[in-house]
């Protein structure tokens, strides 16, 4: 699992890091460490802004967040995917 260490790094650094990390994980799980409660919140409200699950676990004196998001459907891979009676 690829992870991200945010340990040090002030805002916006954590959620700049986390928001590449989201893009370059096409919807698989990716891990990022922080050590300070503005990081930690900051990166928690932009993943509850993306729809991404996230799992805390708290390491001696940082946080470990598991983050899972799903891959977003384009408009043209929901027009395949739907029934042929709904397209018309």
Do not use: H, W
């Amino acid at each position: 699992m690829k992870e991200i260490d945010c340990r040090g790094l002030a805002c916006p650094a954590p959620v700049i890091a986390t928001k590449r990390g989201i893009e370059e994980s096409s919807g698989s799980s990716f891990r990022v460490l922080v050590d300070n409660g503005s990081a930690k919140e900051n990166v928690l409200r932009f993943c509850a802004s993306k729809k991404c699950t996230v799992f805390e676990e708290s390491r001696d004196e940082s946080t470990s967040l598991t983050i899972t998001c799903q891959l977003e459907q384009s408009v043209d891979e929901d027009f395949f995917t739907r029934p042929f009676s709904k397209l018309y």
